[in-house]
């Protein structure tokens, strides 16, 4: 399993960024795929996902009216949208795979069964 994640870098304040996310090695369509982040210093946490119908999202309160996740499944690739981006939002973001089959999208990192590297986004003046 590969994953190829791109869009990160510096933004200032209020500004956006695009991430994608394009795996390889596993059926892409029967994967709920998932973004999360990770600060310095701090814990991995949940950012968004989406289920493999590309209809079913669900977000981190932090993140809610702000990012937007959605998929191709015809090129296989998850993108997270980012816009008015915070000093707070800098961290490095992952993305994830999961086979888990439920009616919403799962926010638990135990349930993710591939990670990628992840890229770093970087909100500053």
């Known amino acids: 399993v590969q994953f190829v994640e791109s869009g990160g870098g510096l933004v200032q304040p209020g500004g956006s960024l695009r991430l994608s996310c394009a795996p390889s090695?596993?059926?892409?369509?029967?994967?709920?795929m998932g973004w999360f982040r990770q600060a310095p210093g701090k814990e991995r946490e949940f950012v968004a996902a989406?289920?493999?119908?590309?209809?079913?999202?669900y977000y981190g309160d932090s993140v809610k009216g702000r990012f937007t996740i959605s998929r191709d499944n015809g090129k296989k690739a998850v993108y997270l949208q980012m816009n008015s981006l915070k000093p707070e939002d800098t961290a490095v973001y992952y993305c994830?795979?999961?086979?888990?089959?439920?009616?919403?999208?799962?926010?638990?990192?135990?349930?993710?069964?591939?990670w990628g590297q992840g890229t770093q986004v970087t909100v500053s003046s």
């Open positions: 989406i289920r493999w119908n590309g209809v079913t999202t």
């Open positions: 090695g596993f059926t892409f369509s029967s994967y709920t």
């Open positions: 994830a795979a999961s086979s888990l089959y439920s009616s919403l999208p799962t926010p638990q990192q135990g349930a993710y069964d591939y």
